[in-house]
């Protein structure tokens, strides 16, 4: 299987406190990208990162990406009962632009107020 | 801007019907549209990539004549399910791409739940 492992799988927390969220991947990348996903809906966008990049930020998201370990983790600081969902990284096919994206097996946040 | 909209939200069918699934591209003009299959607490699977005007490209172990992709227009691609039987029953999530290899970017549908009795 060529997707990544996401950890933790499932994370619960409170109401302000900082979430972290880690993917590791298996292919060379353009870019890693992250989203959110609620329950039974469709996937959101945050952030993308590219594969020359090593940390980007988002209001407040903060997307890392070590390309020598093939990892990267988001960081979701002061959280809100609002952000619990799934959420995703994804990487793009580096062997070519074929646009194709390989999900992460997800992380569950649940934000507890 | 780049909204993706997905008909019907929820189907429920009978085995060894047919069901068709609309993706649509509403505000922009979609080059590639890409296909996933979702089950419950998994992650997203790619089934097929669809550029407008030509055959989709199926990925390792998707069935091209259970899983009928047409992308006829730039805003319209269409999944259609064949004699549907109950593990085909998914959550299925079609997204968009605007632009050539250089757009990054995907944009996607609010999925379209299939429950195959």
């Known amino acids: 299987s060529q997707q990544g492992e996401e950890d933790p799988q499932a994370l619960s927390i409170q109401e302000g406190e900082n979430a972290t969220m880690n993917c590791s991947y298996k292919t060379s990348i353009n870019n890693l990208q992250w989203y959110r996903q609620n329950s039974g809906r469709g996937l959101v966008h945050l952030i993308l990162i590219r594969s020359n990049e090593r940390e980007k930020h988002s209001g407040r998201l903060r997307v890392t990406l070590d390309t020598s370990k093939k990892s990267s983790s988001l960081l979701i600081t002061a959280s809100r009962a609002a952000d619990t969902a799934s959420y995703f990284c994804a990487n793009s096919d580096g062997s070519g632009n074929t646009g194709k994206l390989i999900f992460g097996q997800g992380t569950t946040l649940q934000v507890k107020p | 801007g780049a909204v993706v909209s997905q008909h019907p939200s929820r189907v429920i069918c009978k085995s060894g019907t047919s069901v068709k699934i609309e993706c649509r591209s509403l505000d922009f003009q979609a080059t590639t549209m890409f296909w996933y299959r979702q089950f419950p607490k998994q992650s997203l699977m790619l089934m097929a990539t669809s550029n407008e005007g030509s055959k989709a490209t199926y990925e390792q172990g998707v069935e091209k004549d259970k899983f009928l992709i047409n992308h006829a227009s730039l805003t319209l691609s269409t999944l259609t399910v064949t004699s549907a039987h109950p593990e085909d029953s998914s959550f299925y999530i079609c997204?968009?791409?605007?632009?050539?290899?250089?757009?990054?970017?995907?944009?996607f549908g609010p999925g379209t739940r299939l429950l195959v009795l």
């Open positions: 997204s968009a791409r605007r632009g050539g290899a250089w757009e990054e970017t995907q944009y």
